[in-house]
């Protein structure tokens, strides 16, 4: 890859970022228990696709279908939306008990999404592509437990 098409990869990527930090920064308060629960569903919703995401990733790179770096800045970037879907969420603040107790629920699986994330995008950089599909296994599971709660929370 020559240097501009790195720069040009590099100025989408600090785009990306940027709307992705000002869309979390933009969280409106949640007044009623039923905005609250609205919230809480899409942010389970965009955990959701940032782990679909690298899960797709780490199968390509488990597969030696694609590059290390190519592998990398995906799941890189899963896991800064997975960063700002946790940092959205957690700004917003319950507004009764029952939506204290819809809170306890998903921030521990937002957090362990970032957490887990950041383990496969770490074997990416170390060009261990073949650990990717192992570390992914957990990834699914959580998808799956996030994907449920999106749908039961959902309006």
Known sequence: MTLRPRRRLLWRGSILVAVVALGAACVAPARTAAAYEGKAADSASSAVSAL????????L??????????????LSEAEEDADATEAAFSSIQPPDPVSDQIRAELEP???????????????ARRADLGALPRLAQPIER??????RFAQEHAA
Do not use: N
Request: proline share 5%.
């Open 142 to 147: 959580l998808a799956g437990k996030l994907e």
């Open 52 to 59: 679909r995401t690298a899960i797709l990733a780490a199968g």
């Open 109 to 123: 699986m937002l957090i362990k999404a970032s957490k887990r994330l950041a383990l496969l995008r770490i074997a």
């Open 61 to 74: 790179g488990g597969a030696d279908r694609s590059f290390p770096p190519t592998v990398s800045v995906l």
